[in-house]
């Protein structure tokens, strides 16, 4: 049974154009994160939700902005997609903030040409 | 900032053996230590995770050991299986409104016939 459910599983974008990836989660979890992940490492956190409250992770770009219109669905969007920006995007959710399991969705490998 | 540094970064063992994989943390405030298994292509899976209150865990052929004097903690796989082959990561975080888990830089886990 699907938990966190991430659409599509492929986006092609071209350089410049904005792009939605889109999350959905079934568990009821209060927290949503983004993460962006290139080959070979460990996830970046983007920006996570806990509950409505935004929390933005320092060092993101402000190409990349986020919407929660309600607890199941989370939205990643790029304003400008770069090359740079390529990568697997993954959403997660947690019960709460810190100590708590992370359940990935099973993530929207962007390409951009 | 919490830092996680993770060891090794490759790994290859014989079908059969032992593998372990270390982690060491810089915040002595984490409490909570999950260890993420990734396949190829796939979404990174909790297989296992530690709380500060406990100094080993096990659970069938996976064990993790922590020591918080050290700040370190440990991943041991025993009886390897070719399905054991994946990225490995160790994470670190604590409980509080405004924390998150910081993954270490990974692990690649190759199983040899």
């Known amino acids: 049974d699907a938990m966190v459910i991430q659409n599509p599983r492929y986006q092609v974008t071209q350089f410049g154009k904005p792009v939605t990836l889109s999350c959905s989660q079934t568990?009821?979890?209060?927290?949503m994160y983004w993460y962006q992940q290139k080959s070979s490492q460990a996830p970046k956190l983007l920006f996570h939700?806990?509950?409505?409250?935004?929390?933005n992770e320092a060092d993101t770009p402000d190409n990349f902005q986020s919407r929660r219109p309600n607890t199941s669905f989370c939205f990643l969007d790029i304003r400008s997609p770069g090359l740079g920006d390529a990568a697997m995007y993954l959403c997660?959710?947690?019960?709460?903030?810190?100590?708590?399991?992370?359940?990935f969705g099973p993530g929207t490998r962007l390409t951009v040409t | 900032g919490e830092n996680v540094e993770q060891h090794p970064s490759t790994l290859s063992v014989q079908e059969g053996d032992s593998a372990v994989i270390k982690c060491t943390y810089s915040?002595?405030?984490?409490?909570?230590f999950p260890w993420y298994k990734q396949e190829l292509g796939k979404r990174p899976q909790l297989i296992i995770d530690?709380?500060?209150?406990?100094g080993e865990k096990k659970d069938q052929r996976i064990a993790v050991t922590l020591n918080k004097t050290a700040k370190h903690f440990s991943l041991h796989i025993t009886e390897t299986q070719p399905e054991d082959s994946a990225v490995y990561f160790c994470?670190?975080?604590?409980?509080?409104?405004?924390?998150?888990?910081?993954f270490g830089s990974g692990t690649r886990l190759s199983i040899r016939p």
């Open positions: 997660a959710t947690s019960r709460g903030p810190g100590g708590s399991e992370q359940y």
């Open positions: 568990l009821n979890h209060n927290v």
């Open positions: 939700y806990y509950d409505k409250d935004f929390n």
């Open positions: 915040d002595s405030a984490s409490n909570y």
């Open positions: 530690i709380r500060s209150n406990v």
């Open positions: 994470a670190a975080s604590k409980h509080s409104s405004a924390s998150k888990i910081i």
